[in-house]
């Protein structure tokens, strides 16, 4: 039925009354999905771990990799691992860490792991049986029936890959089993699919969702019997129709996702593009608690007062208190990572211009942006270092690999020049918020 054919059978006068009165619930638009079976159809999952202690310790919080997805043939450390344009070519990235490495082994050694999945999205159906099949682009995702809702607040706000966590473990060795059982791994290639699993039963483990329930019904029930007046919606990414839902607000989102081993609610909390806390308990009624409270404007601490299993780092303190650059330029002055060049950094931070923007780095480039919310500006000159050189580039063309359509340095101090060479006049101090919102305050 058309909307004009709509629109004469409910007797309305325009076609946007129509569409006002027909809209779609997110508890109807759950059904559909389900009834349609298309995330079985369109959903695989990889293994990802997590490094607890990297997180616990703020580790991560200064850039050392804490989350490590499965190909096969070795550990991914890319953050936004779903959202790759070259995955699985990976003998040359910097993210990668073979198995049969000593870094690799190293890592299978560690205790305090958690084992969890991530949903990728699988190609199109209707992909010309000529083309070699590859793992999608985030632009194919634009594609789907959840083109309707992506990421948190906006259709440009990523966010970490969701996982669904599993019992602690304190090896990875049972990761490796089931490769180690097939056909040995094939060399890393462009185009190569990851292994389908299938879809987890999580009936024994939640039985108030029944066989056809949601998480978002759930949780929706739980948040209105708390005492608090707001809308759970179903969770954007592609595959967590049943297993995750989020509530938005004007400038803050609460993520939740169930564990597929144990019985759990893992829970992230946003503000304006950053990841302010996370935190996991097995308590739905303590999920609509942390979710009602932070979504009510509760500070970090008042949420951890009132939901003791949330936790939280001193960059999302700073974040908080309005001074996260000077406080991500201190992280990178003080951390030891490998992939932090400690010379280049104080050769910007020497420069009133590059310090007064937010740093980050992204496959060991150091970019700077001018706000402090994800998904960051991609305005200013990146500085690459390669080989005891640091290639300056355009955030597009950044690469280890690349040509340098700036300028190559023998030295930190001029790189630096040619940053600050060619920043613009308008570049400003960072502020907080993410790019969309820069751009619609430079357009106002």
């Not at 340095?409 to 040619?418: G, H, K, T």
Request: contains cysteine.
């Amino acid at each position: 039925m058309t909307l004009s054919e709509l629109q004469e059978w409910l007797g309305r006068r325009t076609p946007e009354a129509t569409a006002h009165y027909a809209k779609i619930t997110p508890n109807t638009l759950a059904r559909v999905y389900n009834d349609a079976d298309y995330f079985a159809r369109n959903v695989r999952t990889v293994a990802v771990l997590v490094d607890r202690d990297a997180v616990a310790s703020g580790a991560a919080a200064s850039g050392e990799p804490w989350q490590y997805y499965d190909v096969g043939h070795g550990w991914c450390t890319y953050s936004f691992f779903e959202q790759c344009e070259r995955r699985m070519a990976c003998a040359r990235c910097d993210f990668y860490t073979p198995t049969n490495g000593s870094r690799g082994q190293l890592l299978e050694a560690k205790d305090n792991l958690q084992k969890l999945l991530a949903n990728i999205p699988s190609p199109k159906t209707n992909t010309p049986p000529s083309t070699t099949a590859k793992l999608p682009s985030t632009s194919s995702w634009h594609d789907s029936p959840m083109s309707l809702a992506r990421h948190h607040a906006t259709s440009e706000h990523p966010r970490q890959p969701h996982c669904y966590p599993s019992s602690r473990s304190g090896t990875a060795r049972s990761l490796r089993q089931a490769t180690k059982s097939g056909p040995p791994p094939a060399a890393p290639t462009e185009g190569r699919s990851v292994t389908s699993q299938p879809a987890p039963d999580l009936t024994s483990l939640y039985p108030g969702l029944g066989r056809d329930g949601t998480l978002q019904i759930a949780l929706q029930k739980a948040v209105d019997q708390a005492g608090y007046r707001f809308d759970v919606l179903l969770e954007r990414a592609p595959g967590w129709k049943r297993t995750g839902a989020r509530a938005d607000g004007d400038s803050r989102a609460t993520s939740v996702h169930l564990g597929i081993q144990d019985r759990c609610f893992v829970m992230s909390f946003w503000e304006r593009g950053v990841a302010m806390a996370k935190g996991t308990t097995t308590s739905l009624n303590e999920a609509a608690t942390a979710t009602g409270d932070w979504q009510s404007g509760a500070t970090l601490e008042e949420l951890q007062s009132a939901c003791p299993f949330v936790h939280y780092g001193p960059l999302a303190e700073a974040h908080e208190r309005g001074d996260a650059v000077e406080t991500r330029w201190t992280i990178y002055r003080q951390t030891a990572a490998s992939h932090v060049d400690q010379d280049l950094i104080e050769a910007c931070y020497a420069q009133p211009q590059l310090r007064a923007l937010f740093p980050f780095h992204s496959h060991r480039s150091l970019n700077f942006s001018r706000c402090t919310g994800f998904p960051y500006t991609h305005d200013v000159p990146v500085v690459t270092p390669v080989d005891g050189r640091y290639r300056v580039s355009w955030w597009e063309t950044r690469s280890p690999q690349g040509p340098a359509d700036i300028g190559e340095a023998d030295n930190p101090r001029d790189a630096v020049a040619l940053v600050v060479a060619h920043l613009s006049p308008e570049c400003g101090p960072a502020v907080a918020g993410t790019a969309k919102d820069l751009g619609k305050s430079d357009s106002t």
